[in-house]
T-cell receptor, first 111, second 113 residues
Framework: QKEVEQDPGPLSVPEGAIVSLNCTYSNSAFQYFMWYRQYSRKGPELLMYTYSSGNKEDGRFTAQVDKSSKYISLFIRDSQPSDSATYLCAMSSSGTYKYIFGTGTRLKVLA | DSGVTQTPKHLITATGQRVTLRCSPRSGDLSVYWYQQSLDQGLQFLIQYYNGEERAKGNILERFSAQQFPDLHSELNLSSLELGDSALYFC????????????FGQGTRLTVV
């Protein structure tokens, strides 16, 4: 079993829809959670960073962490065609010195 | 712009050769991470350095090695290259040894022919 599981998609939604992207994980030591957006063949761009459980909002993006369920989510409101990309979740704990990534979910927002 | 600089952007080389990829972290960041991303694959962690010292190793092949210099830039050396080494190689940096935001460079696309 992988430490971090993420549905590869593709996920296709119409413009303006609310998008929900999710990751599950098995390592209860993870405390730091990140979401990255990666356009084709480009470097991952950090979107959201959260520590421990709870919600964090930044513009159209909301990140949620549920440590009891080992489940994190990224919500995108009013999705735009420019949001079409691969979204990667990443996690870290204070003792591992590395970030573990999901395989990414490919999102397509249709105009 | 993440502030992490990787050079070169593209590299084409023959099997059996050796190449060096370079990474300059964001100003003030002490940690450097190297990742490999093959076509349609996730990011595979290779190695991490913190302030010049190796801190963590992932699935890095023995043919690959890295170091971080006193000015905090890092180099990833790939030797005896095989066709399967063709991939995107990303460098990321963070302020501390994990647990803070990590910022990625734009990657070096390596093609082995």
């Amino acid at each position: 079993q992988k430490e971090v599981e993420q549905d590869p998609g593709p996920l296709s939604v119409p413009e303006g829809a609310i998008v929900s992207l999710n990751c599950t994980y098995s390592n209860s030591a993870f405390q730091y959670f990140m979401w990255y957006r990666q356009y084709s063949r480009k470097g991952p761009e950090l979107l959201m960073y959260t520590y421990s459980s709870g919600n964090k909002e930044d513009g159209r993006f909301t990140a949620q962490v549920d440590k009891s369920s080992k489940y994190i989510s990224l919500f995108i409101r009013d999705s735009q065609p420019s949001d079409s990309a691969t979204y990667l979740c990443a996690m870290s704990s204070s003792g591992t010195y590395k970030y573990i990534f999901g395989t990414g979910t490919r999102l397509k927002v249709l105009a | 712009d993440s502030g992490v600089t990787q050079t070169p952007k593209h590299l084409i080389t023959a099997t059996g050769q050796r190449v060096t990829l370079r990474c300059s972290p964001r100003s003030g960041d002490l940690s450097v991470y190297w990742y490999q991303q093959s076509l349609d694959q996730g990011l595979q962690f290779l190695i991490q350095y913190y302030n010049g010292e190796e801190r963590a190793k992932g699935n890095i092949l023995e043919r690959f090695s890295a170091q971080q210099f006193p000015d905090l830039h890092s180099e990833l050396n790939l030797s005896s290259l095989e066709l399967g080494d063709s991939a995107l190689y990303f460098c990321a940096s963070s302020a501390t040894q994990g647990g803070t935001e990590a910022f990625f460079g734009q990657g070096t696309r390596l093609t082995v022919v």
